[in-house]
T-cell receptor
Framework: NAGVMQNPRHLVRRRGQEARLRCSPMKGHSHVYWYRQLPEEGLKFMVYLQKENIIDESGMPKERFSAEFPKEGPSILRIQQVVRGDSAAYFC??????????????FGEGSRLTVL | AQSVTQLDSQVPVFEEAPVELRCNYSSSVSVYLFWYVQYPNQGLQLLLKYLSGSTLVESINGFEAEFNKSQTSFHLRKPSVHISDTAEYFCAVHPYTDKLIFGTGTRLQVFP
């Protein structure tokens, strides 16, 4: 059973370009979370999605960032017009149960975005 | 609001010595508690978790953590560390109705 798959593992963008990060959850998991890890900091929650729905986006910056989890295909975290401060590791996690039922989160290996 | 505090950003220790990584949390609701480990350039792996029942939980590689409700703590311990335990350790709380909230991490460095 494959784990959470994230790609690309490393992404380099110039300021102003767009970054798209993909996450395929574990088989049978319908809950997806995105976290951002800045250097020397812990993981900060960004967004929680179920299939075709955004459940909690309280950690998403108000501009330039968006996320989706379509009925078919991976979850996508999209960052438009990237700036240097967006350089970070972005982790996706999936779960078979929602938070109310204590669903364990399984993490991918992350996508490391570098903005030049 | 919930929060997690990991008091030590770095913990250096010699091989075969005991270690304790401290974690305190704040929450107005009941929570699940977790420890995750992150090896260099990798994702997070679940080390152990407390959901309910016995307050002492153990992992398969010798780590244990004890949930102390009165002190709102969930410290991680190992009686004898190995070089291979060198990694970043994250404490996290999962309020029953919300997302996983992480501490800032503790970097455990084991020296020979």
């Amino acid at each position: 059973n494959a784990g959470v798959m994230q790609n690309p593992r490393h992404l380099v963008r110039r300021r102003g370009q767009e970054a798209r990060l993909r996450c395929s959850p574990m088989k049978g998991h319908s809950h997806v979370y995105w976290y951002r890890q800045l250097p020397e900091e812990g993981l900060k929650f960004m967004v929680y999605l179920q299939k075709e729905n955004i459940i909690d986006e309280s950690g998403m910056p108000k501009e330039r960032f968006s996320a989706e989890f379509p009925k078919e295909g991976p979850s996508i975290l999209r960052i438009q017009q990237v700036v240097r401060g967006d350089s970070a590791a972005y982790f996706c996690a999936s779960s078979s149960r929602g938070p109310r039922r204590g669903g364990e989160l399984f993490f991918g290996e992350g996508s490391r975005l570098t903005v030049l | 609001a919930q929060s997690v505090t990991q008091l030590d950003s770095q913990v250096p220790v010699f091989e075969e010595a005991p270690v304790e990584l401290r974690c305190n949390y704040s929450s107005s609701v009941s929570v699940y508690l977790f420890w995750y480990v992150q090896y260099p350039n990798q994702g997070l792996q679940l080390l152990l978790k407390y959901l309910s029942g016995s307050t002492l939980v153990e992992s398969i590689n010798g780590f244990e953590a004890e949930f102390n409700k009165s002190q709102t703590s969930f410290h991680l311990r190992k009686p004898s560390v190995h070089i291979s335990d060198t990694a970043e350790y994250f404490c996290a709380v999962h309020p029953y109705t919300d997302k996983l909230i992480f501490g800032t991490g503790t970097r455990l460095q084991v020296f020979p």
